[in-house]
T-cell receptor, first 114, second 114 residues
């Protein structure tokens, strides 16, 4: 039962434009949301997180938006750079019997073209 | 600070064998989590250890087990290997004190079962 869903398996964006990656979740007990970036043959690298008491968190070119009522979050990358090309995973955790576990989406492969 | 390290990086085993994977967390981190990544299922939570105790467990059969040592290093064991166990096994560490902490991943161990 996939509790975190990334419905776009891939996304292609031109360099300099905005990349918007989307994520939906079903479990209302989730309190913390994270985005990870993964290159082939490497482990996921933490990018940015947000807790449910906020609706926006910004770190340089990366901004995460959370809409709790819609159970939806998105990652905005502005401006996009070729080095951003990777697979992006959305993850969530919260106050449940597996509270320390991260529940991952299946990832969105981002390609930033020059 | 050194990151999360995992050994070995690659393994080839045959069905029915068992395997042990090792993970050394970031210095000072007391929580270690294990995840399995496959193309079809994405990243799935196996279990999490804190202070040598399993604190959370995902939906995997009992063939998958783990332990944590007093220095926070962790091992996971898979017995009676099946073809479907071929995957990238990722270890992540965090401080371990609170829910929603960022987990930092190692590079993973790629296991191939023939």
């Amino acid at each position: 039962d996939q509790q975190v869903k990334q419905n776009s398996p891939s996304l292609s964006v031109q360099e300099g434009r905005i990349s918007i990656l989307n994520c939906d979740y079903t479990n209302s007990m989730f309190d913390y949301f994270l985005w990870y970036k993964k290159y082939p043959a490497e482990g996921p690298t933490f990018l940015i997180s947000i807790s449910s008491i906020k609706d926006k968190n910004e770190d340089g070119r990366f901004t995460v938006f959370l809409n709790k009522s819609a159970k939806h979050l998105s990652l905005h990358i502005v401006p996009s750079q070729p080095g951003d090309s990777a697979v992006y995973f959305c993850a969530a955790s919260g106050s449940s019997n597996s509270g320390y576990a991260l529940n991952f989406g299946k990832g969105t492969s981002l390609l930033v073209t020059p | 600070k050194a990151g999360v390290t995992q050994t070995p990086r690659y393994l080839i085993k045959t069905r029915g064998q068992q395997v042990t994977l090792s993970c050394s967390p970031i210095s000072g981190h007391r929580s270690v989590s294990w995840y399995q990544q496959t193309p079809g299922q994405g990243l799935q939570f196996l279990f999490e250890y804190f202070s040598e105790t399993q604190r959370n467990k995902g939906n995997f059969p009992g063939r998958f087990s783990g332990r944590q040592f007093s220095n926070s290093r962790s091992e996971m064991n898979v017995s009676t290997l099946e073809l479907g166990d071929s995957a990238l096994y990722l270890c992540a560490s965090s401080l371990g004190g609170t829910l929603g902490e960022t987990q930092y991943f190692g590079p993973g161990t790629r296991l191939l079962v023939l």
